[in-house]
């Protein structure tokens, strides 16, 4: 009987299954304290103190840690969460309900299914082979992350339908109009990258974990060889860059939020949304921002590799041969390591969105459309082009 | 005619694509991010009270502790908002300000009423009413929001003034050059 218990709590179903609440553990929480870092963040870039007076009685008995914690704005989090949960959470009259109810949690589905097939860190096996961590490490990779995430922008139309009133449904029509246009030029920027991993004589694959492997290279002189330690960013700086553009767009964050502008849409889609309900709207944007930031970060900024030319092997290595501590090889501490210094590049890239918000004014809805259409997508063709042409003469 | 035409000159491509331009820009917001505040964190914090300032209108007594109202009723007429109610008494022939003859009885100023003008002050004769520093009125209902005599001197206090015009005026009828 326990034993039975056991092989059931341990079969590759259970352990999947526990990696993927894990992951949703991580993923919602960091959505929160985005959403805290967004507050206190917009704060400081407008000169004033932010959110700062929340705090949990018995930590404030800690002398010099719980002035400074509540100084931080740590515990509006759970303040602006409660809030959220308890406030009426009113349907109106004229919605169609089923609808209406359904778009958030279908905001939810594809924001947090995306996080199955991007790697967060690795470790090494005792043959130094480097085993991905990663929920489902499929060979369409990137491909179901478009696939999937796409499907987001459903809820948005569903939401704006439904709520029966014209500014969400003008919102939910600029919202279709916008991701469809930019995530043309998202996907194809992004393929100069698989065309240089794919090079010919390999098995093919779309897995991000991959694209990873082929930034991990060290320093070889001046020779073809150090080429593999070169992040694509620095390789394909425009590919990175038209990423990062769609990247925008495809969140909706400034300045591509003509979405859900206030100024003429009220507040789009989420206008007669409120409490919960607008909550996991809110939720799901953060995750669409972290599960993106964190697909740029693989792509092009090494994934979980410190530097350029400077793998994590090469690091583990180093710090095993210094200090000679044991543990600084187990797949454990590795892992871990890998993940902080992915999640540091995630959490940076998610503070340069932060950065762009208070920076670029928004574009006028035109303009994203021009932008999306007579700019980027021309841009990113003749970038697939050069790179094609290039990728070919080298790996001919 | 001082018109001076401006040659409106094409972007360039640097322009033309915005990156220097957001470069410069998250420069910026860099700078701004590390700044220190700009605000003031406001009820641990109070802002300083500038001289003449327009706040709670206030009734003060003079340096001698009478009260300086004789219940004219000017600002009661100036008030535009009608926020100013004044009940007119007498004083009383034992007390020793006998001589100034009236005061108010009842003096109530509505706060949710008042505009903060500052018309009272300037039309009191006797520079009993001022709109001192204090800005912030709070009240839980309709009656606590209206100040009442007491309460109007309270917040008033004294005003350090040597004018003294009622015991000159006294002084110089017992000696006889009443004007």
Request: charged share 15%; glycine share 8%.
């Amino acid at each position: 009987m326990f034993d039975f218990l056991i092989s059931i709590l341990t079969s590759p179903l259970a352990i999947t299954i526990y990696k993927g609440v894990a992951a949703i553990l991580v993923i919602f929480p960091i959505a929160g304290v985005c959403s805290m870092a967004e507050r206190k963040v917009a704060a400081w870039v407008q000169d004033r103190p932010g959110p700062n007076r929340a705090i949990v009685p018995w930590v404030a008995w800690i002398p010099f840690l719980g002035r400074f914690l509540q100084r931080l704005g740590v515990f509006h989090v759970m303040a602006d969460g409660g809030k959220m949960l308890f406030k009426e959470d009113s349907t109106p009259g004229h919605v169609n309900k089923f609808y209406f109810i359904a778009a958030p949690l279908l905001a939810m589905i594809p924001a947090l299914t995306t996080v199955s097939v991007v790697p967060f860190g690795t470790y090494f096996d005792e043959a130094g082979k480097a085993i991905p961590l990663i929920l489902a490490n499929l060979d369409v990779g990137l491909l179901a992350v478009f696939a999937i995430s796409s499907l987001g922008v459903y809820s948005l139309i569903l939401a704006g339908w439904a709520s029966n009133s014209k500014y969400p449904f003008l919102g939910s029509v600029r919202a279709s109009a916008q991701l469809i246009s930019y995530e043309l030029s998202m996907t194809i920027s992004v393929l100069p990258v698989f065309l240089w991993i794919n090079a010919p004589g390999t098995t093919g694959t779309l897995g991000l974990a991959r694209v990873v492997e082929f930034q991990s290279g060290i320093w070889h002189g001046l020779s073809s060889a150090s080429w593999g330690g070169v992040w694509f960013g620095f390789l394909m700086p425009i590919s990175a860059f038209i990423f990062l553009v769609c990247l925008f767009a495809e969140t909706n964050r400034q300045p591509f939020d003509t979405i859900e502008s206030e100024a003429d849409l009220v507040g789009s889609f989420h206008t007669e949304y409120g409490a919960f309900k607008w909550g996991l709207f809110f939720v799901a944007e953060y995750s669409h921002m972290i599960v993106g930031s964190g697909i740029f970060m693989l792509l092009f900024f090494g994934g979980w590799n410190p530097l350029p030319w400077l793998p994590l092997g090469s690091v583990v290595g180093w710090m095993h041969q210094i200090t000679g501590w044991a543990f600084t090889i187990h797949p454990l501490f590795v892992g871990i390591l890998s993940i902080a210094i992915f999640l540091g590049k995630v959490l940076a890239m998610i503070f340069f969105f932060m950065a762009i918000r208070w920076t670029v004014p928004r574009f006028r809805y035109d303009q994203v459309m021009r932008i999306g259409w007579r700019v980027l997508l021309p841009l990113s063709i003749a970038n697939l082009l050069v790179y094609a042409i290039a990728i070919a003469f080298i790996q001919k | 005619m001082a018109v001076i035409p401006l040659e409106r000159k094409p972007l360039t491509l640097a322009e033309r694509t915005y990156l220097p331009q957001i470069l410069q820009g998250l420069k910026t917001t860099m700078q701004h991010l590390v700044a220190p505040a700009v605000t003031l964190e406001y009820p641990e914090q109070r802002p300083e009270i500038p001289t003449g300032y327009r706040g709670v209108p206030t009734l003060v007594k003079d340096p001698n502790g009478r009260e300086k109202c004789v219940s004219c009723q000017l600002c009661e007429f100036v008030c535009p908002p009608k926020a100013i109610r004044i009940t007119p008494g007498e004083i009383s022939v034992d007390s020793p300000n006998a001589h100034v003859e009236k005061a108010p009885k009842e003096f109530d100023i509505d706060m949710l009423r008042c505009i903060y003008c500052g018309m009272c002050q300037e039309v009191c004769p006797e520079e009993a009413i001022w709109l001192q520093s204090n800005y912030s009125m709070t009240g839980l209902s309709r009656e606590e929001m209206v100040n009442n005599k007491a309460r109007l001197y309270e917040l008033g206090g004294t005003l350090p003034d040597n004018h003294h015009k009622w015991d000159k005026k006294k002084a110089a009828e017992e000696h006889g050059n009443a004007h």
